[in-house]
């Protein structure tokens, strides 16, 4: 008899081609329109579903995985980052959790260097000026820049996006500094030509651009709180692909304006879409809408590893992208 396909929950629309494989492998309930569905229809949804596909703009927090009955059994998350999932309530409730890292990493690592590049080589002040008609010709001294070619960049947070960000700023003649949890083994240090900074805040005073590329986790909120971000050089940018949460985004935007750093290029903010009104004000400031790994290629690379999560899930095999509470 064949058996029962496995009940699974999307919960935003994916890639065409992702969601036509999802509904020939399972018994897929796909959305209609794109918008993030309300708590309530969150909680029905995951009722009846034996696996949730959600993103990261659904909250699935203890007061969900409590509501959401006991049927559902893997959370695959679309998406590496799983900052709006609390994994350790899952794991205790019997639910794995698994999420889609490597796919998005070189995407990542791209915008990162966009930004550095928007922000120092001061792009939207130029594009203004064109998009306005009000350029009247070449000047020797209009919109000077900085050259990446020699300034410190100080990643914090050293894992696969990190590394990718530091092979391409030193294929731009940048020096290489970093922060992490835990030391590189040296091999790693040697092939990025990486300088390890134990302290932070030692790091951060003497860097020019400091790129954001740890995960949310409780003990990387306001890791860039004002104390930390006052010790920049002023003549320094910060950049950030990761999460909103590592920067304290009031503080960033009263220092920017108060020329206490140089700049900023940020995909993502500290309350979401709500981003503080100040920042979008600054010349000095380039925003972009968390589009860092918003690439046709990744995004179906994205849903390929949601499936093979969810398949070999349903062939009673842990799910090769399984997080665990120790990991974060
Ligand atoms: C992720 O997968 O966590 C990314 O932030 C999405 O762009």
Redesign the pocket.
Known sequence: MPRERLSVVVTRRLPEVVETRLSELFDVRLREDDAPMSREELVEAARGADVLVP??TDAIDANFLARCGDRLKLIA??????DHIDVATARQRGILVS??PGV?TDD?ADMTMALILAVTRRLPEGMAVMQKGEWHGWSPTAFLGGRLGGRRLGILGMGRIGQAVARRARAFGMQIHYHNRRRLRPEIEEEHEATWWESLDQMVARMDVISVNCPSTPSTFHLMNARRLKLMKPTAVIVNT??GEVIDENALTRMIRAGEIAGAGLD?YERGAQVNPRLRQLPNVVLLP?????TVEGRIE?GEKVIINIKTFEDGHRPPDLVLPSML
């Open positions: 993103t990261l998350n679309y998406g590496a980052g799983v999420n889609t998005l990542t990761s999460r993502v968390h589009m860092g790994s918003a994205m």
